[in-house]
């Protein structure tokens, strides 16, 4: 779904292809609340239905790519698989997307997000020593390291389509995907600047000027300051008492270290830091929560939130220069516009009332 909510953020005519059995018998009313399917319009199809693959195939004859999430070899099949897709369309690119792949001895079974940045790595890199990792949501599987990279992957086929005619499958992975994002620390390991251990490292909260820390008040300070301008400009803030750290750098003492600035930090609230803080290199902000995040001055002058038919969310990104992204309301039901859709890539209206009487939409 992330995938396609980029895609349809970004300006394309997605059209969602939803099961018949989801379909509701009463008229849709207002938009849903399902956020990930926004952008894009829903038609009802059973595929188990004869003659419900074949409108995904008449779909596919007008399309520039298909994306589907499906088990491996469970599209095949349905009769939608790439093969049967592609001669339809050459110059289709068809995106998978799971979190195992479609190769691999692991690649037939469930799992979850959890499962996929356990494997690759991402997990076991996460929180502190002695206690279990911690869990990043699932930002990093199902969204960056899946729906993010199949997006790309899409984009950059259809770059090739263009030039040679024809399309291609893309198999993105939520374990390829999660493992890419881990290079830099792979980078850091081979240089001998990486430990192994979680909470020991300058990026995961093992050095004291990279992290948070409580404030008076019981919110929270992120501390970013790495480079060793920042770091100054971060101690003539902090005030700490001369002798009181060692050097930056001296790993030995960063657990010291933390403990100096955890006391300081725990003097004043969140507020009160950041108006010490101000607009500095210091690197430090405020970490916000979900509900305070939209309400910042620097994300409501970048509109990095709007309202769309009553409901607050994440505005589309990156930003075009020419054509900037507008966004659309999640269909309020699956299947909401299957007629205007199916009609609008070629289907006859004989033909939509035919493939509704038996069943094959909805």
């Known amino acids: ?46 595929l188990k239905h004869e003659r419900g693959p074949e409108v995904v195939l008449r779909l596919c004859e007008n399309a520039d790519a298909l994306i589907e999430g499906f ?15 592609m001669e339809r369309n050459p110059r289709l690119v068809y ?12 690649s037939h079974m469930a799992g979850h997000d959890i499962n996929y940045i356990g494997l ?14 911690d869990v990043p949501l699932n930002y990093v599987g199902d969204f960056g390291g899946g729906g993010m990279l199949l997006a790309f992957g899409v984009l950059a086929a259809l770059l090739d389509a263009q030039k040679t005619g024809l399309g291609q499958v893309v198999d993105a992975s939520m374990v390829d995907g999660s493992a890419l994002l881990t290079t830099i620390v792979h980078g850091f390991r081979s240089l001998g600047y990486w430990k192994d251990e ?7 909260g093992g050095a004291h000027f990279y992290g948070p820390y409580e404030t008076a008040d019981g919110k929270y300070l992120a501390v970013g300051a790495i480079e060793p301008q920042f770091y100054r400009e971060l101690l003539s803030r902090l005030k700490p008492k001369e002798d009181a750290l060692a050097p930056q750098m001296d790993r030995e003492h960063w657990e010291p ?23 500095s290199d210091s690197c430090v902000t405020p970490v916000l929560a979900l509900h305070e ?25 990156p930003r075009f220069s020419k054509t900037p992204p507008e966004i659309s309301a999640p269909p309020a039901l699956p299947g909401q516009h299957t007629n205007e859709c199916l009609a609008d890539w070629g289907f006859t209206e004989a033909e939509i009332e035919d493939l509704a009487s038996v069943g094959a939409i909805k």
């Open 257 to 279: 270290n933390k403990e100096v600035f955890a006391s300081l930090f725990k003097t004043k609230t969140q507020a009160e830091w950041v108006e010490i803080f101000g607009d």
């Open 198 to 204: 979680r909470g020991a490292n300058i990026l995961d």
């Open 71 to 85: 088990r491996p070899g469970v599209a095949e099949r349905l009769g939608i698989g790439p093969s049967e897709c």
């Open 95 to 106: 995106g998978r997307m799971t979190g195992w792949g479609q190769t691999g001895p692991m």
């Open 293 to 317: 995040a939209p309400d910042h001055p620097h994300n409501v002058a970048r509109r990095n939130f709007v309202e769309v038919d009553g409901v607050l969310q994440p505005a589309p990104a």
């Open 120 to 133: 690759s790595g991402v997990l076991g890199s996460i929180g502190t020593e002695g206690r279990p990792p």
């Open 1 to 46: 779904p992330f995938a396609a909510m980029m895609l349809g953020d970004m300006g394309a005519d997605v059209v969602r292809v939803d099961r018949a059995q989801g379909v509701a018998h009463i008229p849709a009313q207002g938009s849903s609340k399902d956020l990930l399917a926004r952008s894009r319009r829903s038609v009802g199809v059973d």
